[in-house]
């Protein structure tokens, strides 16, 4: 119980650290546009299934993908998570191409039960990230034939700190609730230069709002269940802070320092999900299949880049296991794949900004007698496309997740 209480204290402690480190988090060119690129990275198992999972029923594992799972967690089960990615990304447009390299700190989960048809969990994972560079851009100045060069940068991202809570009504159907705090900054920076003068502006805009959502799932069977899950729209609050600082003629001169400047506030959308779970060969093999929508068209907004459309999502994802109970170590590594399809909810140049992964995964127990796991998983994807002067970015993303659980007021025998 004591180790509960720490590990609780320490993710409470990490949220700072979270906040501090998501500039880091990507550094794809589309993270430009609204609040940035859209976190794809999940807890424990489900990198492996490229997030497969609405419909997944288990006892042992955190499922942050529909709140109604956590009513199945074991009694006396406490179950947390911790994750690590790295990645390579590569950018090409019709004139050039880039590499970059990322790592960073993935995610912070927990999950125990609470009675014997009540569970909850608390997950800690980026929402949204921010890392991008323009250099070099070059522009006429007005009314003369004189150019100037400009560099901007952009880091950040929200966080989504969410609370489940999962109660089963009667055996075969449950239901859950979430509740997320969604929070962070995004931080751009501009500089140019004409000569021996130079223009610097920094941005830092605010973001904080709640999120609410519901989660159902039924099992019929104890190798089939369904699940599905809605998010409603809601309202992110922003504010936003500036500073100005020009040099003319060697002399440097601050025209704004910290000053408070008005901002938008960002709506995000009703989504709705639906997904399946089917296990065949005497639960060896499962499968699991959702689709997503998000109905960013419904709220209205537009980027001075791009604007906003529906977004569909395809998520499918397999899991195999040699023997379910064995006392092999080899006989119970979890083998994983899954490949997901998003047709985005940006448009700019008239084109979709899609996005289409594939995924491979391992679990590898870490000892016999409880459900600890070490999660490794491997996604190779694609965004964009060399078209209308859009940019075709590849990445490949590991990612380390270790799955331990801890078991609650359980008196140790002594012979």
């Not at 009314?143 to 489940?164: A, I, M, R």
């Amino acid at each position: 119980m004591n180790k509960t209480v720490l590990f609780i204290l320490f993710v409470l402690s990490q949220i700072p650290n979270l906040w501090s480190q998501s500039e880091s988090l990507t550094s794809s060119p589309y993270s430009l546009y609204g609040l940035g690129i859209h976190n794809n990275v999940l807890i424990g198992k489900w990198n492996g299934l490229s997030g497969a999972g609405l419909g997944y029923a288990s006892s042992n594992e955190i499922n942050p993908l529909n709140p109604a799972s956590y009513a199945l967690l074991n009694k006396n089960s406490f179950l947390f998570d911790v994750g690590a990615k790295g990645g390579i990304n590569s950018y090409q447009n019709q004139r050039s191409s880039d590499r970059t390299i990322d790592f960073n700190f993935s995610d912070l989960a927990i999950g125990f039960s609470v009675t014997d048809k009540l569970g909850m969990g608390l997950t800690l994972l980026p929402y949204s990230s921010v890392g991008y560079t323009l250099s070099g851009i070059e522009s006429n100045i007005e009314g003369s034939q004189e150019t100037y060069f400009s560099n901007v940068n952009g880091y950040g991202g929200l966080n989504d700190l969410k609370w489940n809570v999962g109660y089963e009504i009667i055996k075969p159907l449950r239901i859950g609730l979430s509740t997320s705090f969604l929070f962070g900054n995004v931080h751009e920076t501009e500089y140019l230069q004409v000569s021996s003068s130079y223009f610097y502006m920094e941005k830092n805009r605010f973001y904080k709002g709640i999120k609410l959502g519901l989660g159902l799932q039924f099992q019929p069977s104890d190798n089939f269940s369904i699940g599905s899950v809605i998010q409603f729209p809601s309202q992110l609050r922003g504010s936003m802070t500036r500073d100005i600082t020009k040099q003319v003629d060697g002399i440097e001169i601050i025209l704004e320092d910290g000053v408070d400047m008005e901002t938008s506030n960002f709506e995000l959308p009703m989504e709705i999900g639906g997904g399946m779970s089917y296990s065949l060969l005497d639960k060896k093999l499962t499968f699991n299949a959702d689709y997503y929508k998000k109905f960013w068209s419904s709220t209205h907004q537009q980027d001075k880049l791009g604007t906003y459309q529906d977004q569909n999502i395809y998520n499918i994802g397999a899991e195999f296991l040699y023997k379910v109970q064995s006392d092999s170590y080899y006989q119970k590594i979890k083998y994983r794949m899954g490949y997901t399809y998003d047709t985005g909810y940006l448009r700019i140049n008239d084109s979709n900004v899609a996005n289409q992964n594939f995924t491979l995964g391992l679990g590898i127990p870490l000892n016999n007698q409880t459900f600890s796991n070490l999660n490794i998983a491997y996604t190779y994807g694609l965004r964009g496309h060399i078209q209308n002067q859009m940019v075709k970015e590849k990445y490949h993303l590991i990612t380390l997740n270790l799955t331990l659980e801890n078991r609650w007021f359980v008196k140790h025998k002594i012979e």
